[in-house]
């Protein structure tokens, strides 16, 4: 907030003052001029009539003077007029040429020159007197009752005579309009201070007290005993800093009331947060236990179909199909039973890769002759071309994903479909692993959630196809922790490609865990 002193100088009432006064100023000068100048015009006017009045009573002496030819006579009219105070110059011109003269009188080219009491000519002044005006009459000699011309006589006189005159009347103007002034500055500046600018500071001085935490302490007296606008606001004022203090004390209510509601939903949260780990390692250990429970019998159904394939005679055809699908199912639970294990040991952070050099080619045609049994069913191809790439990973691992990878492939898969297993060196030097097929493929929307925990889409739901949701989160876990990234493209209706990037052998570095 700006500072008090700020607003006083920039305050309504000294801006008022400021304005009002000041166009009283240019008023009150104005007028002063004026009215100095009408002064000066009048008095001018009169200082004219003066030098007229001159001409009825010089005129009979000056023209006895001219007519008798006496120079003397002439002469002392001449310094008897210049005794007058507003004359200061007379010139007598007989038949247009120079006469006498006294005083300062205008040469014929306009040249000012000054004349000695003897009527001499002294010297010519440069315009030294300012605003010389004359009054010029006719000398008439009156011969046998017949006035006759005889010469002409010009008065000068200039403005110091008409300022002499007006100068007290001006120097009264001016002392006027100078007490007018400063009598209506000191009672603007009083009644402005006392109404406005007080009260207002007052009231600014209070708003710059406001307090959110104090609002009991802060009051405001303007002490204004008239009705006004400053009452208004005084009043208005009052009641907001009332509303404000009512306002703050619900807001504490509010704020312990919450204060509380937070103190018990973080206490409900906590328990819960507990709860769930206690349900989350119960059903982990849960998990664990019933995994490893269900291998042991697992283990000894595939030993069991084991034997009796090999003991069952080429005649006994039927016994043989089925002494392989109870072995071919087995083996299926054993893989999903391992799916459940690791699940359950990643959230436990306990999986265990091992990394060395391995022959993707031995990896790759090992998982097909898993997933055979599957395809044949189904009769979808299986296209792969043989290769010699060495990657850096855990053998067992990279089997257990691509087992995953072609089961949902084929499960996935339309009948009569096809498979089509690539790997490849890229450009940078590492080796891409796809696993193509021609199924149902995977919608944009789904592409995020795929490798989410217990996450099935609307077809293999709707389609019963069976599976858990835990195959590609697997996936994921296992390949991220060889170093690896999975990632796949889809177009609905046409199948889908899972890709996998094993960096070269040479920046993966071999690691247990
Ligand atoms: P599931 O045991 O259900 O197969 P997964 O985690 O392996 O679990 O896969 C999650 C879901 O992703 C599947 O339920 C399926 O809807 C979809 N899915 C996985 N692989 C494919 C594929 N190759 N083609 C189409 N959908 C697939």
Known sequence: MKPIKFLQKNSIATQLIKIVFGFYCIVALTITIIQISIEYQHTRQSVENELAINQQIFEPVLSAGIWNLDDEQVMNTLNGMMAIPIIIGVKIEKKEQNYKAIGIVKTKSGQQKKYDAHGMGLFILENEYKDVFSYQFPIHYVFRGEPRKVGTATLYSNSSVIIDRVKIG????????????????????WVGKRILLTPLNKLVQAIENVNFDDLDELKIDLKNKRENEL????????????????????????????????????????????????????KTEFMSQISHELNTPLNAILAGSQVLKTCIGPSQSQNLLLANQIYSAGVHLSMLV????DVVNTSKDELEVVIDNCQLNDIIKSSIAMIKPITEERNITIDYEENNLVILADMGRVRQVLINLLTNAVKYNKDNGFIEISALKNSVGSVELSVKDSGVGISIEDDKCIFEPFVRLDYAKKNCITGMGIGLPLVKMLVEHMTASIHFESTVGFGSTFTITFKGASECKKHNK
């Open 338 to 341: 391992n799916d459940v294990i």
């Open 170 to 189: 001006i120097i009264l103007l001016i002392i006027n309009a100078v007490i007018k002034t400063i009598a209506l500055w000191l009672l603007f500046f």
């Open 231 to 282: 009452t208004i606001i005084e009043n208005a004022f009052s009641d907001m800093l009332k509303n404000l203090a009512d306002a703050r004390i619900e807001l504490i209510k509010s704020r312990l009331i919450l204060e509380e509601k937070v103190k018990l939903r973080t206490h409900d949260l906590q328990r819960a947060k507990l709860e769930a780990e206690r349900a989350n390692e119960v």
